[in-house]
């Protein structure tokens, strides 16, 4: 296998491998190590049945069955992202990783586009490792010690939008009353394969800083959310017929276009089982500034 980069921050095409024949023991180590390197792989020209689809993610740590996306018929494990022609809102339309809610957020997700609009519906990526990196070493002395509260009520719950009448989510997205995950991880992570420190809070679910109210939270946290999103930490995947994406939540925002409006775009997603999450200790540099 090769892996070539798409973007200085974040992201590789991987050539040499059948997603659905060749994934062995070897390959699956191998490719974990370029998950945690890269933060997103990109597969093209894959023909990965929904058998498949499953298969992979048990393969990468077991597949974690969503709670609250529309499952794909007859496949309880595959979510199904979907937007039709008609309607207006897309899922996981602003920037966030997938599952801070959950004590041991999911490892990362698997994307398999089944139909796609003519023109956009692209996703958009963020490497947290290049926005930790590139943080001062003041902010991070800082954040170094700091944990958030993650939780998934405000997007799934009884108050959500789709759920009030606002966007028109319901019925691709349901099971409100289960949204009753809220997890404490720390503001900075130490990434389990690659071993580098990431950032680790998303505009999607975190909602404050432990020990710090909602409102004292806010303007730090919208800082951090709108410097993670800077364009040079980024990468953009355009999906073609075949295309499989792999990302490592632990590692990466993401992001899905809304700008193909009249068309249908319909994936599979896979969720991966991840594990709990330990605080980055701090280097000396970092130790200096606090
Ligand atoms: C998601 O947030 O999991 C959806 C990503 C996409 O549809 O591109």
Known sequence: MEFAPISGACGAEVFGIDLEQDLNAERVEALTAGLGEYGVLVFRGQALSPEGHLAMGKAFGGVNVNRFFRAVEGYPGIAEVRKEPEQKTNIGGQWHTDHTYDTEPALGSILVARELPPFGGDTQFSSMYAAWDALSDGLK???C???????????????????KGASDLA?????????????????????PVSGR???????????????WTVEESRSLLEM??????????TCRVRFEPGTVV??????????ALNDYAG???LMHRVTVEGTSLRAWQPGPKERAAA
Request: proline share 5%; aromatic share 14%.
């Open 141 to 143: 002395a800082m954040l």
């Open 197 to 211: 420190p990431s950032l680790y809070v998303n505009r999607g679910f975190t909602v404050r800083f432990d020990d």
């Open 263 to 265: 068309y249908r775009r």
């Open 246 to 255: 792999f990302w490592d939540n632990r590692a990466t925002w993401h992001c």
């Open 171 to 191: 019925g691709r997205l349901g099971n409100s009353e289960a949204a009753v995950q809220d997890a404490v991880h720390p503001v900075v992570i130490h990434h």
């Open 224 to 233: 951090l959310y709108k410097y993670g999103s800077r364009p040079e930490f």
């Open 145 to 163: 010690g700091m944990k958030a509260v993650h939780s998934s009520r405000h997007v799934f719950g009884p108050r959500a939008d789709h759920v």
